[in-house]
T-cell receptor, first 114, second 107 residues
Framework: KAGVTQTPRYLIKTRGQQVTLSCSPISGHRSVSWYQQTPGQGLQFLFEYFSETQRNKGNFPGRFSGRQFSNSRSEMNVSTLELGDSALYLC?????????????FGNGTRLTVT | QKEVEQNSGPLSVPEGAIASLNCTYSDRGSQSFFWYRQYSGKSPELIMFIYSNGDKEDGRFTAQLNKASQYVSLLIRDSQPSDSATYLCAVDDKIIFGKGTRLHILP
């Protein structure tokens, strides 16, 4: 079974631009979560989607948004990029989400904002 | 505000010894607990999860849960250099992760 696939692996953008990251979950997984990882803050939860609906949202500004499609694939968008948005963005899928479902992470997208 | 706390380390353990990693959590109602391992430059991968009080063993790994004291531990027996990584603890919906403990196995 193929794992979680994230594209692209690396991105370099300039301040003020916007970016879209893509995530394809493991086949059959309906929940997709997004995280931002930085050396200082660790893994921080952005949002979770289940069956095309946002089920949970972390404490990030509205510049960060996402969506999920009917095939469970998900995209994350960051508008008006800031230098502080430079981070590793991780997508994780799970069968049903919630308390009992372990997460399976993709390899991440490394975003650098200059 | 739910919190998950881990000692950032680094924790240095001789090869062949037992490595003990600890995680405390603030929400007494938490029910499920997850340990992830993250190698440098890689994404986190699931090691174990535990729901019930007591111990759960999987090969060289043992997770220990004490709900009364609100902590969960991960023991790694016969530590190997390949165990050198950052270990992340998460609870329930995995909205909150600990910042991780860096483990260094000394050859």
């Amino acid at each position: 079974k193929a794992g979680v696939t994230q594209t692209p692996r690396y991105l370099i953008k300039t301040r003020g631009q916007q970016v879209t990251l893509s995530c394809s979950p493991i086949s059959g997984h309906r929940s997709v979560s997004w995280y931002q990882q930085t050396p200082g803050q660790g893994l921080q939860f952005l949002f979770e989607y289940f069956s095309e609906t946002q089920r949970n949202k972390g404490n990030f500004p509205g510049r960060f948004s996402g969506r999920q499609f009917s095939n469970s694939r998900s995209e994350m968008n960051v508008s008006t990029l800031e230098l502080g948005d430079s981070a590793l963005y991780l997508c994780a899928s799970s069968l049903l989400g919630g308390r009992d479902s372990p997460l399976h992470f993709g390899n991440g997208t490394r975003l650098t904002v200059t | 505000q739910k919190e998950v706390e881990q000692n950032s380390g680094p924790l240095s353990v001789p090869e062949g010894a037992i490595a003990s990693l600890n995680c405390t959590y603030s929400d007494r109602g938490s029910q499920s607990f997850f340990w992830y391992r993250q190698y440098s430059g890689k994404s986190p991968e699931l090691i174990m999860f535990i729901y019930s009080n007591g111990d759960k063993e999987d090969g060289r790994f043992t997770a220990q849960l004490n709900k009364a004291s609100q902590y969960v531990s991960l023991l790694i027996r016969d530590s190997q250099p390949s165990d050198s990584a950052t270990y992340l603890c998460a609870v329930d919906d995995k909205i909150i992760f600990g910042k991780g403990t860096r483990l260094h196995i000394l050859p």
